[in-house]
């Protein structure tokens, strides 16, 4: 149960029922888990500075593979020092491998069993990803956790169209094991399986078989009801090695983070904090809410009271209200700082929770207040109360 | 010699020829001249936080009563415990008269002897401003510096146009300082006097003669050639008390700031630093840069060698140039931060200078460095000449 590249063990610091609460070393720090990765898809969190994401105690960001890759290049940012030197960030770096980007993003894209011939969304020239190739760019941009290149199936796809992605994405995981090299950097598996149980489970026990140091979970979050999403998740995650981080790709809504905590996962990332900011949506412990509404234009307190942003310590909804609806640049700012931290802060109450003892509780008591008649809500609740079940 | 509110003198330091190195008090803090006021126009210096401001040095910055008057409204800036409190900045703040806004920048505008009556630029709904009307509007925002209602002459105004425009910005100064008694809150004169320099310095004496414990020249900077404004602007400045503080308003190219100072100006507002920021344009000790010329695509070092500022200590140039290519917002900030710093670390080199006796040397050098054959910088370097010149 050691990790591959620094052997250090993964450390335990507490169990309830399914829920983990565990810490893995990186190159760059410890990660303390369940853990939530802000995203900076081309090398910055959008509006934050490396000093705001410490100052919200990020310890882990995700950069875009696909993103960096075309611009401004990994060749470019491998002669600058990698990418903590190039954006100026000292914790761990995560990099996803571009697989559900060239797959589900980019025109005119061709998947054959080899790799992904796609046209880049800048200046149409065509390009190609193979596993090798993007284990090559990983290795450029020297993040600390790389992950195996995938084809994560669409929402929609046949049975036989996620059966062959899903076999696909097994031997692209196999051949980028054997590429990968760098000694200082993690590789993580990315287990798919389409939208059926049992499809899932097959897919996570042959991506375990591979011995990846941590394993992820791709291919949901993209499309499909909530309903068919937790039994999918647990199909994945019980089937994924206990000693490992799980990662679960693009999970970033609250009662869906505390939904896969129950069930067993680690590990988190997504754009949704800092896109909804930037449209003017803000967590609170009450609820999502949106600062052009109205009532908060005479409202002195914090947008939370119980959050310890800057945004929230220094100012009031009201100045917040005002800076959106005169455009002003700094509101942006601050909504995305604060509904970053508001995941974080999760994360920290989570771990807390689960170290006590009383993670189901926790989070029950959680969405009681946060969406006690929210639908997506109530799902999590449900989901919730079956994982932490004996 | 004493400031009529806080019944403090204004210190001076040091003088160098015309320049001059003296400090003032406010009920928020004591300000270093010659100083640079970075501009929120809307209550917020746009891309920069408070904490921002206070790690770049800014001591004071400037509002706009005319953007603030319309929305929010000074009714709730002044329910929420005034203009400081609610943006959360706890030095100084001097707010403006929207005299030069409603004059210049509104539709449908008619000034007449008592006031200007115009349409708002939001839901176009007749307003009127009078002498009185604005500074009760400054009293309830609650900025340490307001400043008197004026009607600065549009650039291209006939000598008769002019010379109205100047007369009724002497009426409305006499009324401000009747109407005005909030006691924490200085209120500063401004002279007009058009684009002649013997009426500059009639509006400079009859302004003068007001008493006002600060005094501005407005109506500059609107057009007007270089070669015709150091010669109005020394007309209006050597009328002015030597005594008190000389704000020369809307001025912000260094090389337009050294020239002032040389003449005896000690205080300045510009939207440039922000302005430029936001368009990719950026300050170095060689002259003014754009972030996207393709020469800044790989320099590992900082935007400008000599700078402080957060932009300059911990990002790269390329990093920079990469933000900007991809319209991430941190690059709008961090140039934004860096032009700011450039100006108010230009001002402390001022001051040094200044008390060094060496001010002349230290703006000719700087503007050999910054703009050796750069045409305003070369009128700039005659202007201190001419000026330093005992």
Redesign the interface.
């Known amino acids: 149960m050691c990790w591959r590249f620094y052997n250090r063990p993964v450390r335990f610091h507490a169990r309830n029922g399914r829920a983990r609460r565990a810490e893995f070393a990186t190159a760059h720090g410890v990660i303390q888990t369940p853990v939530f990765m802000p995203v900076g898809t081309?090398?910055?969190v959008?509006?934050?500075?490396?000093?705001d994401l410490r100052a919200i105690g990020a310890e882990i960001i995700l950069a875009n593979t696909y993103?960096l890759f075309i611009?401004?290049g990994h060749g470019?940012i491998e002669?600058?020092g990698g990418l903590h030197s190039?954006?100026?960030w000292d914790r761990s770096i995560l990099t996803d491998s571009g697989g559900f980007q060239v797959v589900s993003l980019t025109d005119l894209r061709k998947v054959d069993d080899e790799g992904v011939t796609f046209r880049s969304h800048i200046d149409g020239s065509q390009l190609r990803f193979t596993p090798e190739s993007v284990v090559t760019t990983q290795e450029a941009l020297g993040a600390d956790i790389a992950m195996a290149f995938d084809h994560p199936p669409a929402w929609g796809s046949s049975d036989s169209e996620a059966a062959q992605a899903t076999l696909r994405s097994l031997s692209w995981a196999e051949r980028c094991r054997k590429a990968h090299g760098r000694a200082n950097q993690m590789l993580f598996g990315i287990c798919q399986g389409g939208f059926a149980a049992e499809a899932r489970a097959e897919s996570a026990r042959a991506i375990a078989g591979l011995d990846f140091v941590g394993n992820a979970i791709g291919g949901l979050s993209v499309g499909e009801p909530k309903e068919l999403l937790w039994p999918l998740l647990a199909a994945s995650l019980g089937s994924l090695p206990e000693d490992r981080p799980r990662y679960v790709m693009g999970m970033g809504a609250p009662e869906d983070l505390l939904a896969a905590i129950a069930m067993g996962a680690d590990m988190f990332d997504c754009v949704l904090p800092t896109r909804l900011g930037r449209n003017g949506a803000f967590f609170t412990r009450g609820g999502r809410q949106n600062i052009g509404n109205a009532r908060f234009?005479?409202v002195?307190g914090p947008l939370d009271a119980e959050c310890d942003c800057?945004a929230c310590r220094?100012?009031?909804t009201?100045?917040i209200h005002?800076?959106f609806?005169?455009d002003?640049?700094?509101g942006?700012?601050?909504l995305s700082l604060h509904n970053t931290r508001f995941l974080i802060r999760l994360m920290e109450q989570s771990r807390t929770a689960i170290e006590s003892g009383d993670f189901g509780e926790f989070a029950l008591e959680f969405l009681g207040r946060y969406g006690p008649t929210n639908a997506s809500c109530l799902q999590a609740r449900v989901a919730i109360v079956d994982a932490m079940r004996p």
């Open positions: 081309r090398a910055t959008k509006t934050l500075s490396p000093a993103h611009r401004p470019l002669r600058l190039f954006m100026a234009r005479e002195p800057e220094v100012h009031s009201t100045y005002h800076l609806r005169v002003e640049i700094l942006l700012r601050l």
